[in-house]
């Protein structure tokens, strides 16, 4: 054992944590090391004097009487259950203290946001919308439309043809009034 | 070391072993916490809650360790709590601490007036580095027991009570001679 670990295990070394092996080996550096020696008596040297500080601060103190009733009364009281808001800052201690429960948490919350926004967005209807203006009503659809056109052309002396074919989706809306039958004919924007 | 007995927690209250529980952890508990707040009205306090919380929930004591190293946990949470507290207090407390010290600088350097500086001293600290102090110099606590009861790991531990003694040896003024290593200025009480 070198002067550097010595120095790293004295804390262990003093309160013999050490192993049987470690432990004869820093008493046998110890005993040849000048720089060491002093170290360790420096150590206990401060260990004794914040021992005996902090014993000559507190031997005056003691429980007081009082102290003790209160304790005994509070305790002869029924105990009231946690009040709600009580609760919720137990609850967001005990977040604080564990990291990954808060990020779970916060995870399972953005679920539930997202997915009940989703399951509203699918659940709506796509296209009939009403809207209700002066005791008419107005329905507004989209219609799917699709066209076919042919196309000729002239290629190395020959026609050809070819289908082509597009899709589009047009507004269409019919009105009624609110104490008559739907118009029949609706109106295509 | 009194045990709290099995059954109803007003059972517990009205039983005679209360009382002994109380008599028998009260003042060492009321000394480490007048350490840990450098107060000894916030320090009774402290114990009288730290006491109601721990009789309140001994069931949850599951023998993993002595009874007073657990109630000594639940002191250190409510005295973190507490320097929470007082952090949102703003007043020059260096500057008490130097007039006291300069008025009391002319008196006699008696082994009180040590102690007591260096419980002074110890209030400039860091809660974590007070704390480590206190669990090893006061509570005679090994370095694993005290990374346990902080929640940290062993070097950490190790690294702030290094951390800690270097700071009390710059806050505590030279002429005092504390930390020498021929000796303390201390005699065996």
């Known amino acids: ?189 | 070391m009194a045990e709290i007995p099995s059954g109803s927690a007003q059972k517990a209250v009205d039983s005679f072993d209360v009382q002994e529980f109380i008599d028998s952890h009260g003042d060492r508990l009321l000394r480490s916490a007048y350490l840990l707040c450098g107060d000894e009205t916030e320090a009774q306090d402290l114990v009288q809650e730290t006491l109601i919380q721990a009789i309140r929930s001994w069931r949850r004591f599951r023998g993993e360790s002595a009874i007073y190293t657990w109630v000594h946990g639940i002191l250190l949470n409510l005295c973190r709590r507490y320097h929470r507290k007082q952090k949102r207090l703003v007043y020059d407390e260096e500057l008490v601490l130097k007039e006291t010290f300069q008025s009391d600088h002319a008196q006699e350097m008696d082994q009180d007036f040590y102690a007591a500086r260096l419980t002074k001293a110890m209030q400039e600290l860091s809660q974590e580095h007070r704390e480590v102090l206190i669990l090893r110099y006061f509570e005679n606590m090994k370095i694993d027991e005290i990374a346990r009861q902080t929640g940290v790991s062993s070097g950490t531990v190790k690294s702030r009570l290094h951390y800690a003694v270097r700071c009390l040896e710059q806050l505590i003024p030279q002429e005092m001679n504390l930390f020498a290593s021929d000796g303390t200025n201390h005699k065996e009480s």
């Open chain 1, 1 to 189: 054992m070198n002067c550097e670990d010595f120095n790293d295990r004295l804390p262990e070394f003093l309160e013999d944590a050490l192993s049987t092996a470690d432990q004869a080996a820093a008493r046998e550096h110890v005993q040849k090391c000048v720089a060491c020696q002093q170290a360790l008596a420096q150590q206990e040297a401060l260990a004794k004097t914040i021992r005996l500080s902090f014993h000559r601060e507190t031997q005056r103190l003691s429980l007081r009487p009082e102290t003790k009733r209160n304790i005994l009364n509070t305790l002869k009281r029924p105990e009231f259950p946690p009040t709600a808001w009580e609760n919720i800052q137990g609850f967001f201690a005990v977040l604080w203290r564990h990291p990954a429960w808060a990020g779970t948490v916060l995870l399972c919350l953005v679920l539930l946001v997202s997915g009940r926004r989703f399951y509203q967005d699918s659940a709506r209807p796509s296209s009939a919308q009403a809207t209700v203006k002066d005791n008419r009503i107005t329905y507004y659809i989209d219609i799917p439309i699709q066209t076919e056109m042919h196309v000729y052309r002239r290629q190395n002396n020959m026609v050809v043809d070819a289908v082509v074919t597009e899709s589009s989706v047009i507004e269409a809306s019919f009105s009624e009034n609110m104490r008559s039958s739907p118009s029949s004919q609706p109106r295509i924007n």
